[in-house]
């Protein structure tokens, strides 16, 4: 979509995905503890859905937990946890009062049952709202996902409901924890990383990339602006020839 943004016109994407990576090292170049960081972090992604929503974005998808960081030490992931349940505390007023509507993506199966309630609770709460779908991967990981999916379509094979041959690209979408958000037109990860670490494998098979060195703490609307550049220079071609 394009959109005027500070005088200049840009090409937004419609739906950003964001590895927010590099709390950890944010903490770190201060001399304190990593968890300090991941506050940080939270803060710097409500400050994200009130910039991209505002910047013309529809869809922000953002990797919170991802299920292979429960190999870190127990102390950091109770950290993360209670920030999360921290941040669901007034999770619900501050969304409605956005119009944001919320979705948890992952396998909420293995989170605190006060958290699965409050999720619950917050996706119920908001699923009316029409402004920015923000989507939060929690015990999220893409293999994992599709794994999942695999399970219901082969449900359904062995219910004698669907022929295997008879699977398309759509029905592996729909079935994915993503299945009501369009791909994402650009996926940014922070912290100087380059590698997508199991976040939405099957959904950004054709999404742009943007790579910051910032770390996520650091993250602001000018970081987003910058990024948005970026994609707006891009040229999409699906394989084909323009
Ligand atoms: C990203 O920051 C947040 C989570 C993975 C929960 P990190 O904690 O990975 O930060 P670094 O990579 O150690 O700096
Ligand atoms: C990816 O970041 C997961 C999240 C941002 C939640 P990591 O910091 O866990 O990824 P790796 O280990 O560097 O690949
Ligand atoms: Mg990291």
Known sequence: MEKEIDGVIYNVPCHVAVILDGNGRWAKKRH????????????????????A???????????????????RSVEEVTGIMNLLRNYLLNAIQR?????????????RSKLAADIIEAIE???DA??????????????????????RAMIKLAEKVKAGELEPSAITEDMISNNLDTWELPDPDLLIRTSGEMRSSNYLPWQIAYSEFYFTDTLWPDFKREDMIEAIRHYSMRDRRYGGVK
């Open 32 to 51: 304190l503890p990593r968890n300090f960081g991941h506050k940080e972090g939270a803060k710097a992604v409500e400050q994200c859905c009130e910039d």
């Open 53 to 71: 929503w505002n910047l013309g974005i529809k869809c922000l998808t953002v990797y919170a937990f991802s299920t292979e960081n429960w190999k």
């Open 95 to 107: 969304a409605n009062k956005n119009n944001m509507r919320v979705r948890v993506i992952g396998e």
């Open 121 to 123: 609770r917050l996706e």
């Open 126 to 147: 908001t699923k009316g709202n029409t402004g920015l779908q923000f989507t939060i991967a929690l015990n999220y990981g893409g293999r994992d996902e599709i794994r």
